[in-house]
């Protein structure tokens, strides 16, 4: 525990707060003087009553603030969600066409190395006319022998 | 227009001529007496021979183009 002086409206108060925490108790004391000083006349207790009047018109004010920037921040929630899905809806895309486009080369590689299964064609194309040969001259045979 | 007929249909167009030839021919009565016009046995069984083959690579053709 710290023990901290304090000087507000021009009378000293001895506070106690945590240790690491003196820095911050001072700078809000200040601005509790600040605004106790602003206030001129009237007694002490009436100067810190205005002063925590003020203190809390600033507390109210900043709070309406906040509330109005909300739906500008919900707002700007919104448009970083959606950039983000159309991101990853883009992405999906790219993933996509890139799956398909290793399909097509696959595909292209396959028919490439084909030739050897194309190439059956012309044997037997050349099979069949050796056969339609032969039977020809059979026929032939067969018409003399009939 | 221009048609193009593939070696393979040209072969399978001759073979249908040829078999319709043979069949023909196997249905007519023969022109002389039987006798005169009988092949000697080692020309039938010359025919019999290819006749075997023809058929044996007709059904190895048709087996390769059943598996592609």
Redesign the interface.
Known sequence: MADVKLMIAGRPYDVHCADGEEAQLLQLAAVVDEKARGIQGGTEVRQLLFAALMLADDAQEARGKADKAEPQSDSLRAAVALAESREAAARDELRAAVTREQAALKELEALRSAPA?AS???A?????????D??????T???Q?? | MELDLDESSLAIGRIERALSRIEKALANPPKQPPSASAAPAADQSALRAEVAAVIGELDRLIAEADRG
Do not use: G
């Open positions: 299964a059956a064609k012309p037997h194309d050349r099979a069949l006319l050796q056969i339609a032969r039977i020809e001259a059979l026929a045979k067969v018409e022998i009939s």
